[in-house]
Protein backbone atom coordinates (compact mmCIF):
# COMPACT_ATOMS: atom_id res chain seq x y z
CA UNK A 1 0.00 0.00 0.00
CA UNK A 2 1.10 3.42 -0.75
CA UNK A 3 1.44 5.61 2.49
CA UNK A 4 1.40 9.51 2.69
CA UNK A 5 2.51 10.78 6.59
CA UNK A 6 1.19 14.41 7.11
CA UNK A 7 3.60 16.28 9.89
CA UNK A 8 4.32 19.17 11.47
CA UNK A 9 6.86 19.38 13.50
CA UNK A 10 9.99 16.66 14.37
CA UNK A 11 8.86 13.36 12.55
CA UNK A 12 9.77 11.07 15.27
CA UNK A 13 6.79 9.14 14.79
CA UNK A 14 7.24 9.21 10.74
CA UNK A 15 10.42 8.39 11.47
CA UNK A 16 9.55 4.84 13.02
CA UNK A 17 6.78 4.41 9.95
CA UNK A 18 9.65 4.90 7.90
CA UNK A 19 11.52 2.93 9.27
CA UNK A 20 9.26 -0.44 9.60
CA UNK A 21 8.40 0.29 6.12
CA UNK A 22 12.31 -0.34 4.75
CA UNK A 23 11.43 -4.05 6.44
CA UNK A 24 11.62 -6.93 3.47
CA UNK A 25 8.21 -8.06 4.43
CA UNK A 26 6.63 -4.97 5.40
CA UNK A 27 3.19 -3.82 2.59
CA UNK A 28 3.67 -0.70 3.23
CA UNK A 29 5.78 1.77 0.84
CA UNK A 30 6.23 5.54 2.69
CA UNK A 31 5.18 7.24 -0.97
CA UNK A 32 5.23 10.80 0.26
CA UNK A 33 5.24 13.32 3.63
CA UNK A 34 3.08 16.22 3.44
CA UNK A 35 3.63 19.06 6.07
CA UNK A 36 2.45 22.25 6.70
CA UNK A 37 5.03 23.75 8.12
CA UNK A 38 8.05 24.29 5.81
CA UNK A 39 10.90 24.17 8.67
CA UNK A 40 9.40 20.90 9.81
CA UNK A 41 12.32 18.98 10.91
CA UNK A 42 10.66 15.54 9.51
CA UNK A 43 10.45 17.23 6.07
CA UNK A 44 14.28 17.31 5.83
CA UNK A 45 14.95 13.39 7.11
CA UNK A 46 12.47 12.81 5.04
CA UNK A 47 13.79 14.39 1.82
CA UNK A 48 17.35 13.28 2.89
CA UNK A 49 15.50 9.73 3.03
CA UNK A 50 14.21 9.83 -1.41
CA UNK A 51 10.80 10.41 -0.46
CA UNK A 52 8.94 12.62 -2.06
CA UNK A 53 7.71 16.13 0.45
CA UNK A 54 5.49 18.73 -0.18
CA UNK A 55 5.09 21.40 1.40
CA UNK A 56 1.15 23.27 1.82
CA UNK A 57 1.41 26.55 3.98
CA UNK A 58 -2.14 26.72 5.50
CA UNK A 59 -1.57 30.33 5.62
CA UNK A 60 -2.03 30.33 2.33
CA UNK A 61 -5.42 28.82 1.93
CA UNK A 62 -8.23 30.92 3.18
CA UNK A 63 -10.34 28.56 4.45
CA UNK A 64 -9.47 24.73 6.29
CA UNK A 65 -11.08 22.73 3.74
CA UNK A 66 -9.13 24.71 0.90
CA UNK A 67 -6.22 23.63 2.92
CA UNK A 68 -7.50 20.45 2.82
CA UNK A 69 -8.48 19.97 -1.06
CA UNK A 70 -4.86 20.85 -1.73
CA UNK A 71 -3.44 18.30 0.67
CA UNK A 72 -5.82 15.66 -0.78
CA UNK A 73 -4.97 16.93 -4.18
CA UNK A 74 -1.34 15.97 -3.75
CA UNK A 75 -2.56 12.72 -2.49
CA UNK A 76 -4.96 11.91 -5.01
CA UNK A 77 -1.68 12.93 -7.39
CA UNK A 78 0.62 10.27 -6.09
CA UNK A 79 -2.22 7.50 -5.55
CA UNK A 80 -1.90 7.46 -1.98
CA UNK A 81 -4.38 4.27 -0.50
CA UNK A 82 -3.38 5.00 3.29
CA UNK A 83 -2.82 8.42 5.36
CA UNK A 84 -1.19 8.73 8.74
CA UNK A 85 -1.02 11.86 10.95
CA UNK A 86 1.72 12.11 12.73
CA UNK A 87 2.45 15.23 14.99
CA UNK A 88 0.07 17.17 12.06
CA UNK A 89 -1.26 19.66 13.94
CA UNK A 90 -3.69 20.95 11.92
CA UNK A 91 -7.59 19.53 12.93
CA UNK A 92 -8.93 18.45 9.31
CA UNK A 93 -11.99 19.57 8.10
CA UNK A 94 -15.55 17.09 7.74
CA UNK A 95 -14.58 16.96 4.31
CA UNK A 96 -11.42 15.42 4.63
CA UNK A 97 -12.16 13.17 6.67
CA UNK A 98 -15.41 12.01 4.75
CA UNK A 99 -13.32 11.72 1.96
CA UNK A 100 -10.51 9.26 3.44
CA UNK A 101 -13.09 7.79 5.81
CA UNK A 102 -11.52 4.32 6.35
CA UNK A 103 -8.02 5.19 4.96
CA UNK A 104 -7.08 8.05 7.63
CA UNK A 105 -5.19 7.02 10.78
CA UNK A 106 -3.68 9.36 13.50
CA UNK A 107 -1.62 8.60 17.06
CA UNK A 108 -2.53 10.29 20.18
CA UNK A 109 -0.49 10.49 22.96
CA UNK A 110 -2.98 9.37 25.40
CA UNK A 111 -5.49 6.03 25.96
CA UNK A 112 -8.37 7.20 24.36
CA UNK A 113 -10.90 8.48 24.74
CA UNK A 114 -8.98 10.29 28.03
CA UNK A 115 -7.48 13.14 27.50
CA UNK A 116 -8.66 14.66 23.81
CA UNK A 117 -6.98 17.37 22.65
CA UNK A 118 -3.54 19.57 23.58
CA UNK A 119 -1.91 18.85 26.70
CA UNK A 120 -1.97 15.68 26.72
CA UNK A 121 0.30 14.59 29.59
CA UNK A 122 -0.62 17.55 31.60
CA UNK A 123 -4.19 16.29 31.47
CA UNK A 124 -3.62 13.45 32.55
CA UNK A 125 -1.18 14.17 35.90
CA UNK A 126 -3.79 16.19 36.97
CA UNK A 127 -6.55 13.44 36.84
CA UNK A 128 -3.74 11.45 38.92
CA UNK A 129 -4.24 8.32 36.46
CA UNK A 130 -1.58 5.50 37.28
CA UNK A 131 -1.22 5.07 33.87
CA UNK A 132 -0.87 6.36 30.36
CA UNK A 133 -0.31 5.60 26.92
CA UNK A 134 -1.02 5.61 23.24
CA UNK A 135 -3.82 5.09 20.82
CA UNK A 136 -4.12 4.77 17.06
CA UNK A 137 -7.44 5.63 15.83
CA UNK A 138 -9.38 5.64 12.40
CA UNK A 139 -9.72 9.86 12.13
CA UNK A 140 -13.82 10.94 12.12
CA UNK A 141 -14.97 14.06 11.70
CA UNK A 142 -15.12 14.75 15.26
CA UNK A 143 -11.50 15.70 17.27
CA UNK A 144 -9.84 12.42 18.86
CA UNK A 145 -12.94 10.53 18.70
CA UNK A 146 -12.60 7.42 15.96
CA UNK A 147 -12.93 3.97 16.25
CA UNK A 148 -9.73 3.10 17.94
CA UNK A 149 -7.25 0.01 16.39
CA UNK A 150 -4.39 -0.45 18.87
CA UNK A 151 -3.44 0.56 22.21
CA UNK A 152 -0.11 0.71 24.16
CA UNK A 153 0.41 1.32 27.93
CA UNK A 154 3.03 2.93 30.09
CA UNK A 155 2.91 3.49 34.22
CA UNK A 156 3.23 7.08 35.54
CA UNK A 157 5.87 7.45 37.68
CA UNK A 158 6.35 9.19 41.09
CA UNK A 159 7.41 12.54 40.41
CA UNK A 160 6.50 12.44 36.84
CA UNK A 161 6.16 16.01 34.94
CA UNK A 162 4.43 16.04 31.34
CA UNK A 163 8.21 15.80 29.73
CA UNK A 164 9.04 12.82 31.69
CA UNK A 165 5.92 10.97 30.69
CA UNK A 166 5.85 12.08 27.13
CA UNK A 167 9.13 10.47 26.27
CA UNK A 168 7.52 7.20 27.82
CA UNK A 169 4.66 7.39 26.05
CA UNK A 170 6.80 8.20 22.69
CA UNK A 171 8.55 4.96 22.96
CA UNK A 172 5.32 2.78 22.57
CA UNK A 173 4.39 5.56 19.91
CA UNK A 174 7.11 4.38 17.88
CA UNK A 175 6.13 0.79 17.72
CA UNK A 176 2.73 0.84 18.14
CA UNK A 177 1.98 3.17 15.09
CA UNK A 178 4.06 1.10 12.02
CA UNK A 179 1.95 -2.15 13.90
CA UNK A 180 -1.39 -0.41 13.39
CA UNK A 181 -0.67 0.55 10.11
CA UNK A 182 0.67 -2.85 9.06
CA UNK A 183 -2.68 -4.01 10.44
CA UNK A 184 -4.58 -1.86 8.26
CA UNK A 185 -2.20 -2.34 4.85
CA UNK A 186 -2.55 -6.11 4.99
CA UNK A 187 -6.44 -5.92 5.78
CA UNK A 188 -6.52 -7.00 9.58
CA UNK A 189 -8.12 -4.37 10.68
CA UNK A 190 -11.21 -1.84 8.79
CA UNK A 191 -13.51 0.76 9.49
CA UNK A 192 -17.33 -0.20 8.90
CA UNK A 193 -19.76 1.86 9.95
CA UNK A 194 -18.49 3.76 12.79
CA UNK A 195 -16.60 0.57 14.30
CA UNK A 196 -12.86 -1.52 14.00
CA UNK A 197 -13.87 -4.56 12.44
CA UNK A 198 -10.81 -7.09 13.14
CA UNK A 199 -10.17 -10.09 10.92
C1 LIG B 1 3.35 12.62 19.29
O1 LIG B 1 3.33 12.52 20.70
C2 LIG B 1 2.00 12.29 18.73
O2 LIG B 1 1.32 11.30 19.45
C3 LIG B 1 1.28 13.60 18.88
O3 LIG B 1 2.24 14.58 18.57
C4 LIG B 1 3.55 14.06 18.84
C5 LIG B 1 4.31 14.14 17.56
O4 LIG B 1 5.67 13.82 17.71
N1 LIG B 1 0.11 13.62 18.06
P1 LIG B 1 6.55 13.50 16.43
O5 LIG B 1 6.46 14.72 15.49
O6 LIG B 1 6.04 12.27 15.78
O7 LIG B 1 7.95 13.35 16.97
Same mark, same amino acid.
Given at each position: ???????????????S???A?? #?? +??? &??I? %????? *???????Q $??????????????K?????? #?? +??? &???? %????? *???????? $??????????????????????????????????????????????????????????????????????????????????L????????A????L???????????????
Open positions: KRVAILISGRGSNMRLIAAA #AP +DSP &VEA %LVVSN *IGSAAGI $FAAEAGIATEIVPHAFNSRE #AF +DRA &VSAH %LEETR *IDIVCLAG $FMRILSDWFATRWMGKLINIHPSLLPLFKGTHVHEQALQAGVRVSGCTVHFVVPELDAGPIIAQAVVPVETGDTPDTLAARVVEEHKLYPALRMAEGKVRLEADRAVFG
